[in-house]
């Protein structure tokens, strides 16, 4: 039972940080910037979670991050799917830390790539200077991830772990 | 007795005592020179430590008092304006604000539960502030004058034969100010001199009451491609990302905009 839930309360224990990012964001709204961190979010759980269950959380965090800002709808929630998918497959890849950040750098820029696509897509007027906005917007992101990952996979590991989530194989 | 030996006789015991008086004050301060003196190092460092704690506990106190001056100050602006009687005010305060190239937008505490529908325009006194563009049961999301999504009608000042001009929010450069675009203003208006001038709603469309101060002119106008207008920018009357309460004047009966903003939620 709680194996089967444990993506939804781990998308719980992940909520703070996402909270965290939204005041974030607030205190940069002057500056038209948003702290996106929701792909930074995944990568502990594409460690451990089975896969079916990292899609749950992936799509719960995209389309909790669509629900206030005027994107196409699922844009975020696809791409967010599709880097977990990879990722899930690919656990070699995350096996250090160094590759937990590699990852959450990459696919937090991807992400945010799409969200901000989507929202020059679905916008009513064309951007000033599209291009420079684009890579500051995609800069944060980069180091918003590199930032925020061990923290927030530290939480996540103490909520899989407490969930009795199975640890990641040494040799995946 | 005359009077003047009345007044000698006053003044002679006067400056008769005045020694002893003198002598009384100044053995008195020295009594307390001494009684101070007398005090180890720790007593005082005691007596100051304690005198520290108490400023900064009134120093907290005058801060909370100022801070309350400052909200008193604010909810009597808001309140200043009288709303029209076709409108219902909900005042409401701000949970966040959200913004990027492409939206700015503020999340207030009030929603369907309160009586907020879409499309109800949303005021700071009598500064226009945005629109309301989705309610949910106990928020709402107001897209600001500023978003690429807003768009209203205005009069400007300066304008006597009231031609109507188009306000519409502009994608924002980051690290920059967010501004609005005024455009199809006729060729011949000036602006008044030596001040910026005033941009101001329509009330047509039924959206927004009319005299509402949208914001001002930012610097002079300039003319478009086309040439057949001219275009500025307009600076919002308020900070908008330092609003902490608003106003939404929802309309006791649906009215036209309301109806348009149907179904179009995120535009």
Redesign the interface.
């Known amino acids: 039972m709680t194996m089967g839930w444990a993506w939804l309360f781990l998308v719980l224990a992940t909520y703070p940080w996402l909270l965290g990012a939204d005041l974030a964001s607030d205190v940069f709204a002057s500056s038209s910037l948003t702290i996106f961190v929701s792909g930074a979010c995944l990568i502990a759980p594409s460690r451990r979670l089975r896969r079916w269950q990292a899609v749950l959380f992936a799509a719960f965090l995209g389309f909790l991050f669509e629900a206030r800002r005027p994107v196409p709808d699922g844009s975020v929630a696809l791409a967010l799917v599709a880097a977990v998918i990879f990722l899930s497959s690919n656990r070699q890849l995350l096996r250090n830390t160094p590759g937990m950040l590699r990852a959450a750098v990459i696919v937090n820029v991807l992400a945010c790539l799409c969200w901000y696509l989507g929202a020059a897509f679905a916008a009513p007027v064309a951007a000033n200077v599209p291009s420079g906005q684009l890579i500051l917007q995609l800069l944060v992101a980069a180091l918003v991830g590199v930032i925020i990952l061990l923290p927030v996979a530290l939480t996540q590991n103490a909520a899989m772990d407490r969930l009795g989530v199975p640890p990641t194989p040494e040799t995946p | 007795m005359p009077a003047a030996l009345r007044r000698l006789n006053r003044e002679a015991f006067a400056e008769f005592q005045a020694p002893a008086l003198h002598l009384l004050g100044k053995s008195r301060d020295m009594a307390t020179f001494w009684e101070k003196k007398s005090r180890s190092t720790e007593e005082m460092a005691a007596a100051g430590r304690d005198l520290a704690r108490i400023n900064a506990a009134l120093e907290i106190k005058l801060n909370a008092m100022d801070d309350v001056r400052r909200e008193n100050i604010r909810l009597r602006e808001i309140t200043r304006y009288a709303v029209p009687a076709e409108y219902m005010s909900v005042v409401a305060r701000v949970a ?9 937008r503020i ?1 207030i505490r009030k929603g369907r539960n309160d009586g907020i529908r879409p499309g109800a325009p949303v005021v700071f006194g009598n500064n226009v502030v945005g629109r309301v ?1 989705a309610v949910h049961l106990t928020t709402s ?1 107001v897209d600001l004058v500023t978003s ?2 807003f768009r209203c009608t205005a009069y400007l000042e300066g304008d006597d034969q009231n031609r109507i001009a188009l306000v ?11 501004k609005a675009r005024v455009s199809v203003i006729p060729h011949d208006y000036t602006p008044p001199a030596g001040q910026s001038a005033r941009v101001f709603t329509t009330g047509m469309g039924g959206v927004f009451p009319s005299r509402l101060l949208l914001g001002y002119l930012d610097g002079g106008t300039y003319s478009t491609q086309v040439g057949n207008f001219k275009e500025s920018l307009l600076v919002p009357s308020r900070d908008l ?1 330092n609003l902490q309460e608003v106003s939404v004047l929802v309309p006791l009966h649906q009215n036209p905009g309301e109806a348009l903003m149907q179904g179009d939620q ?2």
């Open positions: 966040t604000r959200d913004s990027s190239s492409w939206w700015q999340v563009t999301e690429p999504g519409n929010g502009v994608a924002a450069n980051s690290l920059g100010t967010a990302y995120f535009q």
